[in-house]
């Protein structure tokens, strides 16, 4: 099975502030990572998928890159509604896998 | 627009089944792959396996043989999964979702294994 993990697992930051997080896989998926948003209670929004890809509805204050096996979902600024937990999935090849997540906290 | 509509809240005795239901609207169901997601806390999530109700073929996670089945009823566009021989590790929240990007998901339903 392809491993994921994302890291921080946690994040505290202030308004306005850059954010970044990053899932790592054991092997490469080329870009076959997506980046989700999900809120308690609520199902997960898909934020960016193959990686890189904007998804339509979405806020551009988010945007994703990679590089080999290491992927990055960035916040521009961040904004109240955008604490939520984040978690990264690879849908490269089954069994797919998901990162741990990151809650995402106002500092 | 794209819904999936889940299930309500089960509470089920251990060595139980549970059949949850995800009602799909929005979109061509038999062109779709539709998966099955577990959420629990401090597990993370994990995929369970997904159906493709055009034909009704399934794949699942190996982890899930056994436990989870399956299956698709194309005139109601809706989805299906049994867990079966339930254990207080099958409470969580159960998703279904669409398409090889999981594009979209259900609301979630909680399973709660207890006597």
């Known amino acids: 099975d392809i491993q994921v993990t994302q890291s921080p697992s946690s994040l505290l930051a202030s308004l306005g502030e850059r954010v970044t997080i990053t899932c790592q896989t054991s092997q490469s998926i080329s870009n076959n990572l997506n980046w989700y948003q999900q809120k308690p209670g609520q199902a997960p929004m898909l934020l960016i998928y193959?990686?890189?890809s904007l998804q339509t509805g979405m806020t551009s204050r988010f945007s994703g890159q990679y590089s080999g096996r290491s992927f990055t979902l960035t916040i521009t600024s961040l904004e109240p509604e955008d604490i939520a937990n984040y978690f990264c999935?690879?849908?490269?090849?089954?069994?797919?896998?998901f990162g741990a997540g990151t809650k995402l906290e106002l500092k | 627009q794209v819904q999936l509509q889940q299930s309500g809240t089960e509470l089920v005795k251990p060595a139980s089944s549970v059949k949850i239901s995800c009602k799909a609207s929005g979109y061509t169901f038999t062109s779709n792959y539709m998966h099955w997601i577990r959420q629990q806390p401090g597990n993370g999530l994990e995929w369970i396996g997904w159906?493709?109700?055009?034909?009704?073929?399934?794949k699942y996670n190996q982890k899930f043989d056994g436990k989870a089945t399956l299956t698709a009823d194309k005139s109601s566009s809706t989805a299906y999964m049994q867990l079966s021989s339930l254990t207080s590790e099958d409470s969580a929240v159960y998703f279904c979702?669409?398409?090889?990007?999981?594009?979209?998901w259900g609301q979630g339903t909680l399973v709660t294994v207890s006597s």
């Open positions: 999935l690879q849908h490269y090849s089954a069994p797919y896998t």
């Open positions: 159906i493709y109700p055009g034909n009704g073929n399934t």
């Open positions: 979702a669409i398409g090889v990007e999981f594009a979209y």
């Open positions: 193959y990686a890189t």
